[in-house]
């Protein structure tokens, strides 16, 4: 079975949906983290948690946001969906002792298309 | 200017060639560097992890490390058809601060 799984994995929806990612892991890690991937651009980060109480804003938050419902549950929401989030969405979580605080393992990502 | 620079690629080898992939970066406080691959359609994996500088051999993967130079790369020898992938480079400089990773370099190895 995966650590990381997100759910759905394909997903089309329209302009001013409001439409949440969801992503579980099994892994056992404390930190957690959303990114887009976009051609040309990489990955960007969205939000992340360190644990279940403590959220932060990444790189590019504006028009997200998250809820970390357990240790093992983060979830991503698009409030008003707009064309120009879609993208490929991935989640990973790090563990903050092994083999570094930075190594982060991914889930198999979320394609979503805003039409 | 990116604070990680890659080139995009694509990069098209013949099976059995040895494949060179480089980072450039600009922030001298990077101390960890990872390689990940990533296949279409699925996420990045976790191939090679570094810490400061000098190499690090796993089977046919060669991670480097030039920090002086601010320069990785990563080296595979007896390429196959199966590590056609993307692969992204990806740095911290560790306590637990964000990755930032590269555009990723696309590559193909033909038959």
């Known amino acids: 079975d995966a650590d990381v799984t997100q759910t759905p994995r394909n997903r089309i929806t329209k302009t001013g949906k409001r439409i949440m990612l969801e992503c579980s892991q099994t892994k056992g890690h404390d930190r957690m983290y959303w990114y887009r991937q976009d051609p040309g651009l990489g990955l960007r980060l969205i939000y992340y948690s360190f644990d279940v109480k403590d959220i932060n804003k990444g790189e590019i938050s504006d028009g997200y946001s998250v809820s970390r419902q357990a240790q093992a549950k983060f979830s991503l929401s698009l409030e008003s969906a707009i064309p120009n989030q879609t993208a490929l969405y991935f989640c990973?979580?790090?563990?903050?002792?092994?083999?570094?605080?930075?190594?982060?393992?991914f889930g198999p990502g979320t394609r979503l298309t805003v039409l | 200017q990116k604070e990680v620079e890659q080139d995009p690629g694509p990069l098209s080898v013949p099976e059995g060639a040895i494949v060179s992939l480089n980072c450039t970066y600009s922030n001298s406080a990077f101390q960890y560097f990872m390689w990940y691959r990533q296949y279409s359609r699925k996420g990045p994996e976790l191939l090679m992890y570094t810490y400061s500088s000098g190499n690090k051999e796993d089977g046919r993967f060669t991670a480097q490390v030039d920090k002086s130079s601010k320069y990785i790369s990563l080296f595979i020898r007896d390429s196959q058809p199966s590590d056609s992938a993307t692969y992204l480079c990806a740095m911290s400089a560790g306590g637990g601060n964000k990755l930032t990773f590269g555009t990723g370099t696309q590559l193909k190895v033909e038959l």
């Open positions: 990973a979580t790090s563990a903050p002792t092994s083999p570094s605080t930075d190594t982060q393992y």
